[in-house]
């Protein structure tokens, strides 16, 4: 059972169409959950991290939001630059790796 | 500060050889993890190492090694090359509880 589920798989937005990606995660003892955004080509590249409920965090014409069960990235405004694999990850307790979901591949058309 | 660094970043292999993929962090980090993205499949763990001397087994490690005898290196062994094996490796580093800094990725071809 995946521990980690990202939805949408693909998202295809026109300019300035405001979306939100979400994340969501069934285990508990949550220690930190992380958004990546990832280029073809290329690795991962590190955008947030959230710690507990509640908490936001932005960057830009990002924002990412955490409740007890799951995280959204919201894309206001987005533009083709944009159009990436965006990636979600969690740590649990302890030491343990982080886990990543499948990942939304968003692409923002002119 | 170069950060994460992989090499090679292309390879193609026949079946039955070996290779070492090599990664190397100049961050001092103790964590560092190998994973491999297959399309649409997300990031899965190979192996990943708490500290120089101390590795452990991920969710997919069959047909993989791996070796930390300092902090900054962590390279993965592939001994006997098979098609499943054609994917994008990423070594990645981090603190505790902190982000993971990910490398440029090892794109490899097993025929």
């Known amino acids: 059972e995946d521990q980690v589920t990202q939805s949408p798989e693909a998202l295809r937005l026109q300019e300035g169409e405001s979306s939100s990606l979400n994340c969501s995660y069934t285990v508990s003892g949550l220690r930190g959950l992380f958004w990546y955004r990832q280029d073809p080509g290329k690795g991962p590249e590190f955008l947030f991290t959230l710690y507990s409920a509640g908490e936001e965090k932005e960057k830009e014409r990002l924002k990412a939001t955490l409740t007890k069960k799951e995280s959204f990235l919201h894309i206001t405004a987005p533009k083709p630059e944009d159009s990436a694999t965006y990636l979600c990850?969690?740590?649990?307790?302890?030491?343990?790796?982080?886990?990543f979901g499948k990942g939304t591949r968003l692409s923002v058309i002119a | 500060n170069a950060g994460v660094t992989q090499t090679p970043k292309f390879r193609i292999l026949k079946i039955g050889q070996s290779m070492t993929l090599q990664c190397t962090q100049d961050m001092n980090h103790n964590y560092m993890y190998w994973y491999r993205q297959d399309p649409g499949m997300g990031l899965k763990l190979i192996y990943y190492s708490v500290g120089a001397g101390i590795t452990d087994k991920g969710e997919v490690p069959n047909g993989y090694n791996v070796s930390r005898s300092t902090t900054e290196d962590f390279p993965l062994r592939l001994e006997l090359a098979a098609p499943s094996q054609t994917s994008v490796y990423f070594c990645a580093s981090r603190e505790l509880n902190t982000e993971a800094f990910f490398g440029q990725g090892t794109r490899l071809t097993v025929v």
């Open positions: 990850a969690v740590q649990y307790s302890g030491n343990t790796p982080l886990v």
